[in-house]
């Protein structure tokens, strides 16, 4: 996954003749086309939205539409615990192979019709034979079926503790839009959430509004993350694209929008020196970065090479290379990130001792390193990781190792890493990426975590240790269950290193002071709860 794309250089800037605290400008016929927000309108600026079905598209974009017009049976909470949303009732059987649950009152679709159990099944079978926890809850069961027009029945064939997480996956269509492949896009947008879709005023590649759900009953229970009660405080939202970042920040600060979903580095300075502006961290788990290593190749293929790059690295400094001296950045230790539920301290001794390059080099003599090339692929477009690449290629060659960059642009790196072959046939040695801290709590679904040899991420890490225990964490039904099996999972990790950690960013939003109340989440920004403060 790519972190930061679209970044404007500081060059850029002074071409431009901005200054930290100096207004951007609005080319006047952008001007026009945007009308100023008023008070029970949120004029937002966000990414690209071009895919609406988010069975068949799963960027986050797709996502947070999804949440604005669809609802699910049950969401995440802040400590990304599951807790009923369509779901008013529910019971399981005393065996644990037989859940029942039945809809909440007051569920309807926006054309009118009420919410059924059947759209509840129609959904979930179309899901789930796409997403990886989908697949996973699939294999473990033996029928879905409706009870009655409130009830439906879920009957496994095995125990699965991670039923109720898994439901927070799938939005719930209506069951004719549900009963179409899930390579075949549902064009609808017809939903049973607390938003609208307003299709007369859809402007694609330009903007989509919003409106609020009128008839949208909310849980009687106090926001929480992507739980509780979904309240909505305005009666519309605009999503806008507007691709150039300093028309859109130019926008922010004459008060045209009142949010920006990720300002670029840059420009920061010049936002935070606006007193109507505020920047904001709504996700902080961020982005973790890190490095992955080939373990089918030398000179990783041997434990104390890979136990080298561990000692080797100091976050400080790489988190420096890539993004300067930024509050947003820090050094990241557990495997599962700094700020989830099971962010954990087991076997994490050599993180704290920041980087020692002659640790690292004997433990490359004791993997009896013999000069073979290091090949780190070079991510040209995606200035953060080039930077850290360079860094860290001359880091190894410090210390003797025979590294060498392999430039190119994403497309390519994405390309070469699939090769499993040698060097010196168009393999490689490392390369440097992302990924959602939030994601690395879903140890179930998340490929990065797998160590099953051919089956597992690029690198193919192999541990037969580690593997039953990744594979027992769906039976596990108490978050104290999953930290205790955390550890175990930590400790092997970072005994095998399949990848090494390089520090944490997260992306502050911008928005107006008289925007507030915007809930925080990862990935996401629900449009409920946040609203436009009169004064």
């Not at 959904?123 to 079926?145: K, N, Y």
């Not at 029945?153 to 095995?158: D, H, N, W």
């Not at 300093?246 to 010049?270: H, I, K, N, R, Y």
Request: hydrophobic letters at 40%; aromatic letters at 8%.
């Amino acid at each position: 996954m790519k972190l930061i794309e679209g970044k404007i250089s500081r060059r850029g800037l002074m071409k431009a003749g901005i200054a930290a605290g100096t207004a951007l400008s609005i080319p006047s016929v952008l001007r026009a086309q945007i009308p100023v927000a008023d008070v029970r309108t949120a004029r937002m600026v966000m990414g690209s939205l071009s895919a609406f079905d988010p069975v068949v598209a799963t960027s986050d974009s797709t996502n947070m539409h999804a949440y604005a017009i669809y609802d699910k049976l049950f969401g995440p909470d802040s400590n990304f615990e599951p807790h009923p949303q369509m779901v008013g009732n529910w019971g399981v059987s005393d065996d644990r192979k037989t859940y029942t649950f039945e809809l909440r009152d007051g569920l309807g679709w926006h054309d009118g019709t009420p919410v059924t159990a059947a759209d509840c099944v129609a959904s979930i079978r179309r899901w789930g034979p796409v997403a990886a926890a989908g697949q996973l809850l699939m294999s473990r069961v033996q029928d879905i079926s409706k009870q009655d027009d409130k009830t439906f029945i879920i009957a496994l064939k095995e125990p699965l503790g991670a039923l109720l997480t898994i439901l927070t996956g799938p939005f719930i269509m209506r069951e004719k839009d549900a009963s179409l492949s899930p390579t075949e896009q549902v064009t609808a947008n017809i939903g049973s959430g607390p938003f609208t879709f307003n299709h007369a005023l859809a402007k694609p590649g330009a903007s989509f509004t919003y409106d609020r759900n009128e008839k949208y009953v909310p849980r009687n229970e106090p926001a929480d993350g992507l739980a509780g009660g979904k309240i909505v405080k305005v009666d519309h939202v605009i999503w806008d694209m507007l691709a150039d970042q300093q028309t859109a920040v130019a926008a922010l600060q004459a008060g045209e929008v009142d949010f920006l979903l990720s300002p670029p580095l840059d420009l920061l300075p010049v936002i935070e020196a606006d007193p109507n502006i505020e920047l904001q961290v709504l996700d902080k788990t961020g982005q973790d970065m890190f490095l992955r290593m080939n373990c089918l190749q030398k000179p990783f293929d041997n434990v104390k090479a890979r136990q080298a790059m561990l000692h080797l690295i100091d976050q400080e400094a790489m988190v420096r290379a890539g993004f300067g001296d930024s509050k947003y950045v820090k050094p990241v230790t557990s495997m599962f990130g700094n700020e989830t539920p099971l962010t954990n301290d087991e076997n994490t001794e050599w993180y704290k001792k920041g980087g020692d390059p002659e640790k690292a080099k004997q433990l490359f003599k004791e993997a009896g390193y013999a000069g073979e090339k290091v090949v780190i692929l070079q991510s040209t477009d995606w200035a953060e990781a080039s930077n850290m690449s360079q860094l860290l290629a001359a880091t190894l060659q410090k210390i003797w190792v025979n590294a060498e960059l392999a430039p190119s642009d994403w497309g390519g790196l994405v390309a070469r890493r699939n090769k499993k072959v040698s060097v010196e046939e168009g393999g490689w040695s490392i390369f440097i990426t992302s990924e959602a801290e939030a994601n690395f709590p879903q140890v179930a679904t998340n490929p990065i975590l797998q160590m099953n040899g051919s089956k597992a991420w690029y690198g193919w890490p192999q541990n037969d240790d580690y593997e039953p225990l990744r594979t027992k964490w769906v039976d596990l039904e108490t978050l104290e269950e999953r930290r205790a099996l955390a550890r175990k999972m930590q400790r092997i990790w970072w005994d095998y290193v399949p990848q090494v950690l390089l520090g944490q960013y997260v992306q502050p939003i911008a928005r107006r002071k008289t925007l507030i109340s915007i809930i925080g989440f990862p990935s996401y920004v629900p449009f409920w709860n946040m609203q436009k403060a009169t004064n």
